[in-house]
């Protein structure tokens, strides 16, 4: 086994959970879990600490907004209120209203499920990334965010590390080129394996931990 190899091992043994699993999120190819996603998604990629962001979208979750219509039917206040209980008070006012103009959206154009916008890409990762960008409050990060998970169900996404995750490569001494790296990985699921370089890009010492315990 080369330095990369075990650099890649001791990475993904320690922090090779993806945020999805982290927020409580059982991902499947179904409506609900990939809503969840892609409200997950949507706050990851604010400024703010992933932890709090992962803490809203749970705190959301118990309060049953975890599918585009009963986002799109709560009141304002009472998404306002639920971001609140996460932590996630900074960005709170503006959120709550991209969450409800975003699950009007869903909802309008592609009937709530997100496998239809999946299926209107046609395997294009390009055209998927656009056509997600098209939900308020999802932008390029947001996107890239709900790709790198979303791949674990729609393999035809795979492999997918977006700037953010080859930069936590970087960051440890390893190529900075996906298949390079799926390469290396082994059978580590491309998801498991974006999410452990994006915790590396985020924390150096997480990096500073895998290289250390690689020797």
Request: contains cysteine; glycine residues 12%.
């Given at each position: 086994m080369?330095?990369d190899?075990?650099?890649?091992?001791e990475?993904?043994?320690?922090?090779?959970?993806?945020f999805?699993?982290?927020?409580?999120?059982?991902?499947t190819?179904?409506?609900?879990?990939?809503?969840?996603?892609?409200?997950?998604?949507?706050?990851?990629?604010a400024?703010i600490?992933s932890?709090?962001?992962?803490?809203?979208?749970?705190?959301?979750?118990?309060?049953?907004?975890?599918?585009?219509?009963?986002?799109?039917q709560?009141?304002?206040?009472?998404?306002?209120?639920?971001l609140?209980?996460?932590?996630?008070?900074?960005?709170?006012?503006?959120?709550?209203?991209?969450?409800g103009?975003?699950?009007?959206?869903?909802?309008?154009?592609?009937?709530?499920?997100?496998?239809?916008?999946?299926?209107e890409?046609e395997?294009?990762?390009?055209?998927?990334?656009?056509?997600?960008?098209?939900?308020?409050?999802?932008?390029?990060?947001?996107?890239?965010?709900?790709?790198?998970?979303?791949?674990r169900?729609?393999?035809?996404?795979?492999p997918?590390l977006?700037?953010?995750?080859l930069?936590?490569?970087g960051?440890?001494?390893?190529?900075?080129?996906?298949?390079?790296?799926?390469?290396?990985?082994?059978?580590?699921?491309?998801?498991?394996l974006?999410?452990?370089?994006?915790r590396?890009?985020?924390?150096?010492?997480?990096?500073?931990?895998?290289?250390?315990?690689?020797?």
């Amino acid at each position: 086994m080369n330095r990369d190899e075990r650099v890649l091992r001791e990475l993904v043994s320690g922090y090779g959970r993806t945020f999805a699993e982290e927020a409580g999120i059982r991902l499947t190819d179904t409506p609900q879990p990939l809503y969840r996603l892609l409200v997950l998604s949507l706050l990851l990629s604010a400024r703010i600490r992933s932890s709090v962001a992962v803490a809203a979208a749970r705190a959301l979750h118990e309060e049953h907004l975890d599918s585009p219509r009963r986002m799109a039917q709560a009141g304002r206040q009472r998404r306002v209120d639920a971001l609140g209980r996460g932590g996630y008070r900074r960005y709170d006012e503006r959120t709550a209203t991209q969450l409800g103009d975003g699950a009007e959206l869903l909802g309008r154009r592609w009937g709530g499920d997100l496998r239809r916008l999946h299926r209107e890409a046609e395997g294009d990762v390009g055209t998927l990334r656009e056509l997600l960008q098209e939900e308020p409050g999802i932008g390029p990060a947001g996107a890239g965010i709900f790709l790198r998970e979303a791949q674990r169900v729609w393999p035809d996404v795979a492999p997918y590390l977006d700037g953010k995750a080859l930069s936590g490569a970087g960051r440890l001494g390893l190529p900075e080129d996906p298949r390079k790296l799926t390469g290396l990985a082994g059978d580590t699921q491309p998801a498991v394996l974006a999410a452990a370089l994006v915790r590396a890009a985020l924390d150096k010492r997480v990096a500073e931990d895998c290289l250390r315990r690689a020797g």
